[in-house]
């Protein structure tokens, strides 16, 4: 007979109640003083619009993403001459500046024009699907292994100086895979599937492993949330069978803008990252660049991968509210936005809001008409009038010598 306790569900082992992210073990990948992965927080970058033919817009347009915060900043190089002005934008940011790590893009059959660009950022960007650009046949309908292997041989010629460069310069390469712009013959061999992305990768990868160059970051994009996830999760699992531990570049492609742009960015990035993948992110929004760098933090915030803020927590107001929730927290968060590192919690009433501050260093919670409690941690320290408040939660952070000026 089947008893009670039999029927019970064993205890909870520690490792579900473990809530920290473990990240994927990756290998320190250098980008001028930025490292991505080998365990650095997750680096936050994004690209200029700017044309890198206008200098002096360039130049203040990374300036302008580095000093809100973007760590690696990308730029296209279309052209030979796109490639040369680099020379000149890496030395006015020094000039007026100072260095910023950056990655030059290169696209259609750019091996000379990434061979001059390799000279002037610290890493250069390569999409494995036009890097040796082959014309579709239109009456083509497979590729046997021999032509497979033919262009196979093509491309690790070509690549092969660009490659020798970054190592004897000891800069770094991302291997950009896109879904939108895989190789004719990956599409026809693998299918316009993840497994054709990840060998994309995997073939360049190997490439560069037999050349001794490892100082490569891969990224797998596409505009389909899921596909983009499934490709990533395949090209660990590949990883780690190869034994390969290449740090992931993020990122949802043509994500578009406004709200939905950003949840569909966050629903792929945060997806992988809560499983431990990524070392790098970009929140590609169709906006000015300098819209994607507060989405980036606010992703690796809400994470707790990165705190480069205040965490806020506040309780979404219901009938038991006993005060302005919403202007409230606005007066909190503009008193105290700049303390970063401290959780602080405005809660409506306490009944249930100290018991759902979720740990949060201070709490801001209706008391009773007309009147809040203060805490610290999961104390009530004090009972004030609601219109000292805010004032009292600042003289309470104060006394705990918490405060800093704004
Ligand atoms: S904390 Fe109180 S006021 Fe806020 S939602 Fe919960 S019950 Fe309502």
Request: hydrophobic share 40%.
């Amino acid at each position: 007979m089947q008893t009670l306790e039999s029927t019970l569900k064993p205890p909870a082992t520690a490792s579900e109640f473990d809530t920290t992210i473990h990240r994927r073990k990756t290998r320190p990948v250098r980008v001028g003083s930025v490292t991505i992965g080998g365990g650095h927080p997750v680096v936050v970058q994004s690209m200029i619009n700017e044309d890198t033919l206008d200098i002096d817009g360039s130049v203040a347009g990374i300036r302008r993403l580095h000093e809100i915060g973007c760590e690696i900043v990308r730029v296209t190089v279309p052209s030979l001459a796109h490639a040369t002005a680099l020379a000149k934008i890496r030395e006015k940011l020094l000039a007026t500046y100072q260095p910023v790590p950056l990655v030059a893009d290169v696209h259609h059959n750019g091996m000379k024009i990434a061979l001059e660009v390799a000279k002037h950022v610290d890493k250069v960007r390569i999409n494995p699907g036009l890097y040796v650009f082959e014309k579709p046949k239109a009456d083509r309908s497979e590729y046997s292994q021999a032509e497979f292997d033919e262009i196979g041989e093509k491309i690790a010629e070509t690549l092969k100086p660009l490659v020798i460069s970054l190592r004897d310069q000891d800069k770094a390469m991302r291997i950009g895979v896109n879904h939108g712009s895989l190789a004719e013959r990956m599409l026809f061999t693998y299918g316009d599937t993840p497994e054709g992305m990840v060998q994309s990768a995997l073939e360049f990868i190997r490439i560069c492993e037999s050349l001794d160059f490892r100082n490569l970051v891969v990224s797998l994009k596409a505009s389909r949330v899921p596909v983009m996830v499934a490709a990533y999760r395949l090209m660990v699992k590949r990883m780690d069978e190869l034994g390969m531990d290449y740090p992931l570049h993020l990122g949802v492609t043509e994500a578009g803008d406004g709200e939905y742009g950003r949840i569909k960015s966050t629903a792929g990035i945060a997806t992988l990252l809560a499983d431990g993948i990524g070392d790098t992110i970009r929140v590609s929004l169709t906006e000015a660049p300098e819209k994607e760098i507060p989405v980036c933090y606010s992703i690796l915030q809400a994470l707790g991968l990165r705190k480069t803020m205040v965490e806020y927590v506040a309780c979404p107001s219901c009938g038991r509210t006993l005060f302005n929730l919403e202007d409230v927290l606005q007066q909190v968060r503009a008193a105290t936005k700049h303390l970063t590192g401290l959780d602080i919690a405005v809660m409506g009433c306490i009944v249930n809001g100290p018991g759902e501050m979720a740990d949060a260093d201070y709490g801001y919670v209706g008391k009773q008409a007309g009147y809040i409690a203060l805490y610290r941690g999961r104390e009530e320290i004090k009972r004030v009038p609601e219109s000292e408040g805010v004032t009292e939660l600042i003289n309470l952070i104060k006394a705990d010598g918490r405060w800093v000026e704004p």
